[in-house]
């Protein structure tokens, strides 16, 4: 049996023709052929099992032959707020490991003791479609361009909010504890702060806007981890 190929293809229910990205991939890596089946996924909640009708040089069309409503694979949404690392490739992998596990929305914060201040999301997006094909999310995660740590804080977000910082002398619970209580809401967002952590300033204006303060554990993390450790803590929190 061969193995199912999987295309990532925003609104694929009105469309007739892969991405050029896609029709690449397809035609010179997979060389896909009139006649071969292959399934199509929109990034929002949806597959659609798809058979390839024309493949020229630079284009592959297709028909969809039936549509795949998929079930959401956990409750609520799952958010990261996060400062970028100065090495892009750290944020890369995040990103890549955090949409395997499962995220919905990843925004990038400007700190106080950010090394990066700006950062492009054009291949970010790459590396998050790779991860949603590889690990077959129906859903594609959000990217948001990166914005002041202040302007995030004071914008209105649903459900339980967390801010994880390093400052012993400001109370803190851990983190897997708070989201294993009942709640009325199932969304969560977590930040993480950059490599020097939060100024010890945001934490307590986060804290004054409605964040709670919480903990990783006891091992002091990386950015990178302590991002992938929030999600995959959010993630068993919903067992």
Request: charged letters at 25%; glycine letters at 6%.
């Amino acid at each position: 049996m061969k193995e199912a190929r999987y295309f990532y293809v925003p609104d694929a229910a009105n469309q007739t023709e892969l991405p050029v990205d896609e029709a690449m991939h397809a035609l010179r890596v997979l060389r896909l052929k009139g006649g071969d089946e292959m399934f199509l996924m929109d990034g929002v909640g949806n597959y659609y099992r798809a058979q390839v009708t024309i493949a020229a040089t630079h284009h592959c069309y297709y028909e969809i032959l039936e549509q795949m409503p998929q079930e959401p694979q956990w409750k609520g949404r799952v958010q990261l707020g996060i400062a970028p690392t100065k090495m892009l490739d750290r944020v890369e992998w995040m990103l890549e490991k955090a949409t395997e596990i499962g995220v919905d929305e990843v925004s990038f914060l400007n700190c106080q003791f950010s090394e990066r201040k700006l950062i492009k999301t054009t291949r970010l997006e790459k590396i998050v479609v790779s991860a949603v094909k590889q690990s077959h999310k129906a859903w594609k995660p959000v990217l948001n361009e990166i914005v002041s740590f202040k302007s995030f804080i004071n914008q209105p977000h649903e459900g339980r909010k967390y801010i994880a910082h390093c400052y012993e002398e400001v109370p803190r619970t851990y983190l897997f504890d708070e989201l294993r209580k009942p709640s009325d809401s199932e969304d969560a967002i977590v930040l993480i702060g950059p490599e020097g952590d939060f100024s010890i300033d945001e934490v307590k204006m986060a804290i004054e806007a409605g964040w709670q303060s919480v903990h990783l554990g006891k091992s002091r993390l990386r950015t990178e981890t302590a991002g992938l450790s929030a999600v995959m803590m959010m993630q068993l929190a919903k067992d």
